[in-house]
């Protein structure tokens, strides 16, 4: 949410803080900050209100409220200080029908207000923190809506039709097939029109019955304030958040109203509402207040919390006085009774999200500061018998054996483009499905990667995933962990020269388990083992039921000991193709082989990425020496002769010491 | 006699996280990667039609595959309500779950839809977030190699209370982080409910949870600078483990 600094500063009053401060304030007490940007005249502070202070910090107000429960400096100008005296009004009627989906329900009355443009201190406000100015009514209610949190209709009181003399709304819920009228979406001129199921909270004009607008989702243009409108009727109410929500997701309408009602603005912000939107529309717009009908039948009280100072600092690792909680605990603005050894909180009536002892534990914690907690090193323990993970244990006997044998470990999606079981929603249409097994992503990992041979400096590829894959059962959806491992020796695909590398890696792994999965497990089969293991074994790709397979093992009692490695960091691939090209030489017999290598990579200049000796024999007194060298650019795919030019380079340098290319 | 192959960074880390954390009794505990609501959300204190749902988009299964509303996880949380349920009888605990979580979320440089977290949780008699910043400074330490200081700043998660975010830095080595505050997970004290509904009674015994993205752990580690990469299973990737 962006915060104005100027608008803040209204009800800070004069402050030493900068708009620097209060941003890195509210990060470390209060909120995640997201940014600070200066702008035309005013500083602009992005904080995110999670959940759970939704309910009153989404708003200028909530802010600099925090603010001054962090300093300890109460606010200059509080809009919600004093609770507003405001006339009654008997020409607006309001009929609730189910006051659990709509408690509170007001409707101000004026009359004799100009519509013209905002002045310019309103556009900045609004503009400071991404809105735009539409004309004074609707800025005022915006206004309102950003300063204290509460969201406010504007209807044209001349267009709004009464009966003997009174305007009559009603609040009840959609009957099914019953159509709405929505004000148009942001950056569309159509009305868009929702067919109710029934679960819809409806304002109504009782004088016929029409729904006029989806109590807290979305307004209707009915009675909408014009450039000629003389007298208006501002509506400002409080919706059950579960049904506002449930309307809103329904629909895909997330606005700043909707968003606000969804996190229970407290239900005693209406009549400040009404004081405050009344006053700047009379300032701006000229008109008077003629009254307000607030219908609010089921009054709710302030919750009161008991607080145990013994708890307040168990949670928290501190030693905090008594007297420092209640001080704390009276700057956010609740009212702190002591009772013995016990302390009774009532919330400030503004924070719905205070309910239970840690809810203040927490406030105590922030606004204190994090920063006094000390931390405690943890004291060892021993891992208690028979907690030993055997999937983690044995997953790491089969890296060790796998890796050991020449194969590279990858992870790969869990999704697949289709497959078995499918999700109701998914993220694309080549993510639509679960994996049912690992043998078709090993699969394709072997094809993607079998043309990287050269680049990686490997005679054939060879890859294993430890994976879950998921199928349907009978209940649902089940899942087990599934061992994957794969061998290709040429880029074009199987060639069955991979069998007998795959058969030699099932003897290494039986001899690391101690188990005997049949050897060869039957090529191009599948099946199970004598132990119940299920098995695929087809075109070089072994797949085994690990999580089966565990279960026939013996519970481990140690974990592997883990070797530290040294510290890797790790350079961003090229994505560009690579070349190579091939070079012989005889050299003398005494020559070793490390020395041309040596020379070669000295005059292969930045583009080589690697060198390997594929062929050595001696003949003659001379020995015969073969190298292939990798070119690859990260910035571009290389030219033919972008490369002949640097082998070039090096045919002249192995003639010159001598050695003849073959 | 073979090259030998690469392992991969996430599991190379896995089992550096277990042999770090096992020195200091944390079981190594598991969940199921398909999860129902009950377990993945309301179990922790995140109710339906509740605005703190929408912190986590969720991948639902088929109703007519599925008996109970269930999701692919998109945390390895429901592992903490699991845990503390099956061992509310042999308090204290201390575990650690590291596992692959899902969140329907467009992808970037730094987002994955598939992606894992370590979660970490310690429950017994007199545990405070004193507890929680020395065993998260221990493991960095460790993990790392230097001294790190923690620092948390306010944070909701719906089963926490307080909740923090934890931020850490380098103190000493030569790492280009040195010095550099770095946002690396969510954490606090075990929400009452949470502990309730497990069968734990919060009046007697309290808890800290901790759960942070082991991918974002890889870019802070080794420099990686695609999340992506993890789960191509490029070799041009792996290999350089």
Redesign the interface.
């Known amino acids: 949410m962006l915060v104005s600094w100027n608008w803040i500063k209204d009800y800070l009053g004069d402050t030493t803080l900068t708009a620097a401060d209060a941003a890195n304030l509210l990060g470390m007490h209060a909120f995640e900050l997201e940014g600070i940007e200066e702008t035309d005249g005013d500083t602009v502070i992005d904080v995110d209100i999670l959940p759970n202070r939704s309910s009153d910090c989404l708003c200028q107000r909530g802010i600099a409220r925090e603010l001054a429960s962090i300093t300890g400096t109460p606010l200059a100008h509080d809009p919600l200080a004093t609770q507003p005296e405001l006339p009654s009004c008997t020409d607006i009627l309001v009929d609730i029908a189910d006051t659990n989906a709509c408690p509170r329900f007001s409707a101000s009355l004026m009359r004799g207000i100009a519509v013209g443009e905002s002045p310019q201190w309103l556009k900045d406000r609004l503009e400071a923190i991404g809105q735009r100015p539409i004309n004074n009514i609707v800025d005022a209610t915006n206004y309102v809506m950003f300063a204290i949190g509460q969201p406010i209709h504007a209807y044209d009181a001349a267009l709004f039709p009464q009966v003997d003399g009174a305007w009559r709304f009603a609040v009840r819920f959609a009957r099914a097939e019953e159509q709405v009228k929505l004000l148009p979406e942001a950056g569309k001129d159509e009305e868009r029109v929702v067919t109710c199921q029934g679960t819809e909270l409806l304002i109504v004009d009782q004088s016929s019955d029409t729904p006029i607008g989806l109590a807290g989702v979305k307004g209707g243009s009915f009675a909408g304030v014009h450039d000629g409108t003389t007298d208006i009727i501002i509506e400002t109410a409080h919706f059950h958040p579960t049904v506002t929500r449930k309307t809103a997701r329904r629909l895909g309408i997330v606005i700043d109203a909707s968003k606000r009602f969804e996190n229970e603005p407290s239900r005693e912000l209406i009549p400040y509402t009404q004081a405050e939107v009344t006053k700047l529309i009379a300032d701006i717009a000229g008109g008077t207040l003629e009254g307000v009908v607030d219908v609010y039948p089921e009054h709710v009280e302030p919750v009161t919390t008991t607080i145990d100072p013994v708890r307040v600092n168990a949670l928290l690792g501190l030693s905090l006085a008594v007297t420092d909680m209640v001080t704390l605990l009276e700057r956010l603005g609740a009212t702190v009774h002591r009772d013995t050894d016990k302390l009774e909180v009532i919330s400030p009536w503004e924070r719905t999200d205070l309910a239970i002892e840690e809810d203040y534990i927490e406030e105590i914690g922030r606004l204190h500061g994090y920063q006094h907690v000390q931390a405690v090193a943890p004291t060892p323990r021993s891992l208690p018998e028979m907690e030993m993970n055997a999937r983690q244990y044995y997953s790491e006997v089969m890296r060790h054996t796998l890796l050991a044998a020449g194969f590279s470990e990858v992870i790969t999606s869990s999704f697949r483009k289709k497959d078995e079981v499918q999700l109701k929603n998914a993220l694309a249409s080549d993510k639509r499905y679960l994996r049912s097994n690992l043998t078709k992503n090993i699969t394709e990992t072997l094809d993607t990667n079998a043309s990287f041979a050269d680049l990686l400096g490997t005679n054939d590829t060879r890859v294993f995933e430890i994976g879950t894959v998921f199928h349907k059962t009978e209940t649902g959806i089940g899942e087990h962990v599934s061992l994957a491992l794969g061998v290709r020796v040429k880029p074009s695909g199987y060639s069955g020269k991979e069998d007998a590398g795959v058969d030699q890696t099932i003897e290494v792994m039986n001899e690391a388990l101690g188990t005997n999965l049949p050897t060869p497990i039957n090529a191009h089969a599948s099946g199970t083992t004598k132990t119940g293991v299920a098995f695929r074994y087809e075109k070089g790709v072994l797949e085994i039921d690990f999580t089966h397979l565990i279960k026939t093992l013996p519970q481990p009692e140690a974990y592997l000991p883990v070797t530290v490695g040294e510290a890797i960091q790790y350079q961003p691939f090229s994505t560009y193709p690579y070349v190579t090209r091939d070079i012989a030489m005889w050299v003398g017999e005494s020559t070793p082989a490390n020395e041309v290598e040596t020379l070669l990579n000295e005059h292969a200049g930045s583009l080589r990425v690697r060198t390997t000796q594929f062929d050595e024999f001696t003949k003659d007194g001379r020995t015969s020496l073969g190298f292939r060298l990798v070119f690859q650019s990260k910035e571009k795919t290389l030219t033919d002769s972008e490369v002949n030019a640097v082998m070039e380079t090096i045919y002249t340098a192995v003639s010159e010491r001598g050695w003849e290319v073959r | 006699m ?10 190379r880390m ?3 996280i ?2 770090i954390f ?9 969940g ?3 999860e129902s609501e009950h377990y993945n959300f309301d179990r922790l204190n995140v109710p339906k ?4 749902r ?2 986590q988009d969720t ?5 007519d ?4 509303a ?1 999701v ?1 996880r998109t945390h390895t949380s429901p592992v903490q309500a699991r845990y503390m349920e099956s061992h509310a009888e ?1 308090l204290p605990i ?1 575990m650690i779950c590291p596992g ?1 979580v ?1 969140r ?4 970037d440089a730094t987002h994955e ?2 992606f894992f977290q370590l979660e970490g949780l310690e429950v017994g008699e ?1 545990i ?4 929680l ?3 998260i ?2 493991f960095f330490e460790h993990f790392l ?1 230097g001294d790190v200081e ?7 998660f ?1 089963f926490v ?5 934890v931020d850490m830095r380098l103190l000493s080595g030569d790492s280009n982080l040195k010095g550099k505050w770095i946002e690396l997970m969510g954490a606090g ?1 075990v ?2 409910n949470v502990l309730r509904d497990s069968g734990i009674d919060p009046q007697k015994y ?1 808890g800290y949870a901790f759960g942070m993205g082991i991918d974002r752990l890889a870019v802070m580690k ?5 999340v992506r990469d ?12």
């Open positions: 073979r090259t030998p192959g690469h392992q991969h960074p996430i599991t896995v089992t550096e277990n042999s096992a020195e200091l009794g944390f079981v190594f505990a598991d199921p990667e398909v039609n509740h605005p703190s929408d912190m991948f639902w299964f088929k109703d595959d599925v008996a109970e269930t692919l042999q201390r692959k899902f329907n979320e467009a992808t839809a598939q007199g405070h977030l004193g507890h910043k020395g065993t400074e221990y190699g923690v620092r948390f700043r306010p944070g909701f719906p209370e307080p909740g923090v975010e004290m929400h009452p309290s080794y420099g990686i600078n695609d993890l789960y191509t299973g490029d070799l041009r990737f792996v290999n350089q483990f």
